[in-house]
């Protein structure tokens, strides 16, 4: 099993509408989950931590499972703005402390349609 | 205030040549990681530094690639020599303590003929 998996997509989406994907993790240690965003040839941006208690900013909520193990990440009221690839990314920490070992997903590619 | 800087933006080169990728961390950041980026694989992380020092350098394709730190302001990835299938975006990020918030350059495009 991949440690970090997501679907690639794409999603197509009407703009205005909600859009979820999901995202699951096979190290049941992991301490802690993200989600960047990159657009077209550009390098990941942070879009969110995600909290265990879950937590929004804006249009965006992230929520995470342990207990199956994955995160989601909700975009509601979709913009054209809001195309790019959702990469999820989990910190699987094998020893203590420090930045290490953090692992990206491939990406999930959304595409806002007018 | 100014983002990791990678360069070059776009490298072309001949298989069998070296090639040099340059990046310049974030200010007082004191992590520092080399990614590279292909469809097939997704992001996957190469080598990084702490404090300028090499902590785990286990995604370093082969024997190829190498990476130094000399100081905390700059770094540089090599490959030598270089073939058609190192061909990818080269990310350099870096990172403050233990937040794991790592912030990226743009990227170095590299196609190897």
């Known amino acids: 099993r991949k440690e970090v998996e997501q679907d690639p997509g794409p999603f197509n989406v009407p703009e205005g509408a909600t859009v979820a994907f999901n995202c699951t993790y096979s190290n049941s240690a992991s301490q802690s989950f993200f989600w960047y965003r990159q657009d077209c040839r550009k390098e990941p941006k942070l879009l969110m931590s995600v909290y265990s208690s879950g937590n929004e900013d804006g249009r965006f909520t992230a929520q995470l499972n342990r207990a199956s193990q994955y995160i989601s990440l909700l975009i509601r009221d979709s913009k054209l703005s809001d195309s790019a690839t959702y990469l999820c990314?989990?910190?699987?920490?094998?020893?203590?402390?420090?930045?290490?070992?953090?692992?990206f997903g491939k990406g999930t590619h959304l595409i806002i349609q007018p | 205030d100014a983002g990791v800087i990678q360069s070059p933006r776009h490298e072309v080169t001949e298989m069998g040549q070296e090639v040099t990728l340059r990046c310049k961390p974030i200010?007082?950041?004191?992590?520092l990681f080399w990614y590279r980026q292909t469809m097939m694989r997704g992001l996957e992380l190469l080598i990084y530094f702490n404090n300028n020092v090499p902590i785990d350098d286990s995604g370093m394709p082969e024997d190829r690639f190498s990476a130094k730190m000399p100081n905390a302001s700059f770094s540089t990835l090599k490959i030598q020599p270089s073939e058609p299938r190192d061909s990818a975006v080269y990310f350099c990020a870096s990172s403050f303590g233990k937040k794991n918030i790592q912030y990226f350059g743009a990227g170095t495009r590299l196609s190897v003929l």
């Open positions: 200010s007082g950041h004191d992590y």
């Open positions: 990314v989990v910190n699987n920490k094998y020893s203590g402390g420090g930045a290490d070992g953090l692992t």
